[in-house]
């Protein structure tokens, strides 16, 4: 499968971005998706996470209450719905893909990546 992240730039502290990640290939409902974020000079890590299903949802702790991961199967499509942003939020946001039935929240488990989105929230 490949991804394509798009929906990033440059906001105020306070506002909302909408990540959006399309997927190539077949199956597309089978993986479990995630999002990523890396700061300069930090792990990546892991944002949320959706279940093949859309039933199964994680959230870190960091974001919850503002972030919410969705996606829809028929569109192919993974998204990240970032409201009241943070300085903090500012990094390059990926999304990433598990074959597989679970949701797992490690980066280790994800096999295929897009390219990145920059989000960079100004104070």
């Known amino acids: 499968v490949q991804l394509q992240a798009s929906g990033g730039g440059l906001v105020q502290a306070g506002g909302s971005l909408r990540l959006s990640c399309e997927a190539s290939g077949r199956s597309f409902s089978r993986y479990a998706m995630a999002w990523f974020r890396q700061a300069p000079g930090k792990e990546r890590d892991i944002v949320g996470a959706?279940?093949?299903?859309?039933?199964?949802?994680y959230v870190s702790d960091s974001v919850k209450g503002r972030f919410t991961v969705s996606r829809d199967n028929a569109k192919l499509a993974v998204y990240l719905q970032m409201n009241s942003l943070k300085p903090e939020d500012t990094a390059i946001y990926y999304c990433?893909?598990?074959?597989?039935?679970?949701?797992?929240?490690?980066?280790?488990?994800?096999?295929?990546w897009g390219q990145g989105t920059l989000v960079t929230v100004s104070s």
């Open positions: 990433a893909a598990a074959n597989d039935y679970a949701l797992p929240i490690t980066r280790v488990h994800y096999s295929y």
């Open positions: 959706i279940s093949w299903s859309g039933y199964g949802i």
